[in-house]
């Protein structure tokens, strides 16, 4: 029997029930990485932390993913995409598990961002590989449409569906929702076909260890830059000796030499025959490396939104977790709708054109919500800047990763979608980092500005005062820490009042940023293809 003849004999529920099961497991990866942006003000509450504690764990899941995702594609490729995707949806609940009886930040930092972080890079590349070799022609346009538009619905759902379980019940049900999820997950990929060949060969664990390290180190640097500072020190670090220079930038520093290390691995492991987790050669296809990095630069911009503007409706409008989702609603709507319409829109604009509208739209969406952005905006305004970025985000994922993973054969799927997701969430921890720091750098510039000018402060207390905001820079955004309690009741009111105006100038810092990181994505996209390339 002929490949079209077995396709024509194929049901519907068999051709698409592989959609229906991977886009569902490609949701809950990615809703747990909005999920607790919402839940913030709650979550410092109840486990006794901060804002930059809260950040961790955030960008931690993704940083776990980004060091981790290749290594489950390349081990879907060595032994198989349906096996590695049904034991990264079992220890993936695992992970939910422990995130949800968790009473500390170490305990959730555990479940939620390493045994989870783990699960989901398992799971992750198996899905995308999965898809190539299952669709072809306009079904591959229609699948990754909506695998697209799941996976942007998903980042914007995550915020909706954590305020209302953290207001109405608990956070903790947002992953114990996730064990129910992966029930079905592991009934449903019975129908999922794995025809991806495979190869005997070993996992190269020291790359593994090495990207691992230098991304941590990184990322770690650009958290902690909001408490110690870039150069200057604004405290001593525990392990570091040096009291007048910062711990962030020799740890930026030393990650990217360890990442350079890295690739010098990575290459030499190639020449030799044996098989690495990054395949040099990969980053030499002009397409895959342009579509790879717009998906990172785009997850880089998101978090100036599903990260920042949170923050500004919970410390500064005073919004419950159920009404920020809520306030976040105009965008996910227009994601949902969007996202399936762009995979008709395929037949009459090109895919890199509709890309490239995208991102157009998300740059002009995020100028418009800054400009919006004040103390005192009614909430109704920010509609009209969340819709825009909601119809650009939408047009973006749903064809990126064809014409990301178009670019190389199918039998290499599984390697190039585990490198396209690690940029994916190199992008989001970076974005969740990067934007984290600029945030509360911000506030922390703009209080000590303040408090400086205050005619109402008395001047013998602003030295103290402004002593005390440098070592409390991590609690600022929500106004937690002693500062603002053991003042005089006067100066403790315009303390606040001063602290709502700062975290809505970081806010509209952080947004100018992540415009500018979708203004690179742009000029990226000028080396995709038109259409994706079509492979036997």
């Known amino acids: ?121 398992l799971m992750m590349p198996a899905t995308a590989s999965l898809l190539v070799s299952k669709y072809r022609g306009h079904d591959r346009a229609i699948a990754f449409g909506i695998w697209g538009g799941v996976a942007a619905a998903a980042s914007a759902i995550g915020p909706i569906l954590g305020g209302f379980l953290t207001t109405h019940f608990s956070w903790r049900w947002g992953f114990r929702i996730n064990v129910f999820v992966v ?16 190869e005997g060969k070993r996992i190269d664990w020291i790359g593994v260890l090495l990207s691992a390290i230098g991304l941590f180190f990184i990322v770690f640097g650009i958290i902690e830059s909001s408490t110690y500072g870039w150069i200057r020190a604004r ?40 098989t690495p987790i990054v395949s040099m050669r990969l980053f030499q296809n002009g397409q895959f490396v342009a579509g790879a990095t717009i998906v990172g630069v785009l997850m880089l911009a998101q978090n ?20 920020t989702g809520l306030t976040l609603l105009p965008m996910s709507i227009l994601l949902l709708i969007v996202s399936p319409l762009a995979a008709a829109l395929t037949k009459r604009v090109s895919h890199k054109r509709l890309v490239q509208i995208g991102l157009l739209i998300n740059i002009a969406a995020i100028l418009v919500l800054r400009a919006t952005l004040s103390t005192d905006v009614k909430l109704t305004a920010l509609i009209p800047g969340l819709a825009l970025y909601g119809i650009g985000m939408g047009l973006v994922l749903s064809q990126i990763n064809n014409l990301t993973l ?54 013998q207390a602003k030295s103290s005062i402004t002593s005390t905001l440098r070592v409390q820079a991590s609690g600022l955004a929500f106004g937690s820490g002693e500062i603002f309690t053991q003042l005089p009741p006067e100066v403790q009111g315009e303390m606040l009042d001063m602290r709502r105006a700062a975290t809505t100038a970081g806010i509209r810092r952080a947004f100018l940023y992540g415009a500018i990181f979708a203004i690179l994505g742009l000029l990226v996209s000028t080396r995709l293809p038109l259409r994706p390339r079509e492979h036997a």
């Not at 029930?183 to 495979?198: H, K, N, Y």
């Open 1 to 121: 029997m002929t490949a079209r003849a077995a396709e024509r004999r194929e049901t519907p529920l068999r051709k698409w029930g592989n959609l229906l099961v991977l886009s569902l497991a490609l949701a809950i990866i990615i809703i747990d990485t909005t999920l607790l942006n919402v839940s913030l003000s709650t979550l410092i509450r109840e486990l006794h932390t901060n804002l930059q504690s809260l950040q961790w764990v955030i960008s931690a899941y993704s940083l776990t993913l980004a060091a981790l995702t290749v290594t489950g594609g390349r081990m879907g490729d060595l032994f198989g995409r349906k096996r590695m995707f049904k034991l990264g949806a079992f220890v993936f609940a695992v992970g939910s598990f422990i995130a949800s009886i968790s009473r500390s930040v170490p305990v959730l930092l555990l479940g939620e961002s390493i045994i989870e972080g783990i699960g989901a890079a």
């Open 183 to 198: 029930a079905l997950l592991l009934i449903g990929s019975v129908i999922v076909e794995d025809s991806g060949e495979r």
């Open 235 to 274: 405290k001593p670090f525990p392990l570091w000796q040096p009291d007048d220079l910062s711990i962030a930038l020799p740890s930026v520093v030393f990650g990217a030499v360890v990442l350079a290390l890295f690739g010098i691995w990575e290459y030499r492991i190639e020449r030799r025959g044996g």
């Open 304 to 323: 100036g939104v599903i990260f920042s503007l949170p923050v500004f409706l919970q410390s500064v409008k005073q919004l419950d977790a159920f009404h």
């Open 406 to 459: 178009s670019a190389v054969p199918v039998r290499e799927a599984g390697e190039a979608s585990g490198v396209s997701n690690t940029f994916r969430q190199i992008g989001a921890s970076l974005g969740a980092a990067i934007i984290g720091a600029i945030l509360l750098s911000t506030i922390l510039v703009q209080l000590e500005s303040a408090v400086e000018s205050s005619a109402r402060i008395p001047p």
